[in-house]
C-alpha cells in the first residue's frame, strides 16, 4: 500500500478521509469489505454501519439470497 499526504478542509477529520477512500475503493470493486475496513482504519463491523448510512450494500445478494445460501 501507498502512503498518501493529502490536505483537506478543515471540517473533514483524518476518519472521514480514510472512510471515504476506503467506500470508494469498495465500489469500484478494488477491494473487499475487509480490505475496505481495513483502509478506513475500523473495525468491519463499524464500516458496514457507514455503508449502510450511504445506502450501499455491503454484499452483492439480498438478506434473503444470503439466509437461502446459508441453510443450503
Do not use: W
Not at 475496505?36 to 450501499?56: D, S
Request: glycine letters at 2%; proline letters at 7%.
Amino acid at each position: 500500500m501507498r502512503v498518501l499526504e493529502v490536505r483537506v478542509p478543515e471540517p473533514l477529520s483524518e476518519r472521514d478521509v480514510k472512510v471515504a477512500i476506503a467506500i470508494e475503493a469498495f465500489t469500484r470493486n478494488l477491494v473487499s469489505t475487509g480490505k475496505a475496513a481495513e483502509i478506513a482504519e475500523t473495525p468491519i463491523q463499524e464500516f458496514l454501519v457507514e455503508l449502510r448510512k450511504r445506502g450501499i450494500p455491503a454484499y452483492p445478494y439480498t438478506d434473503d439470497e444470503a439466509h437461502e445460501e446459508l441453510k443450503a
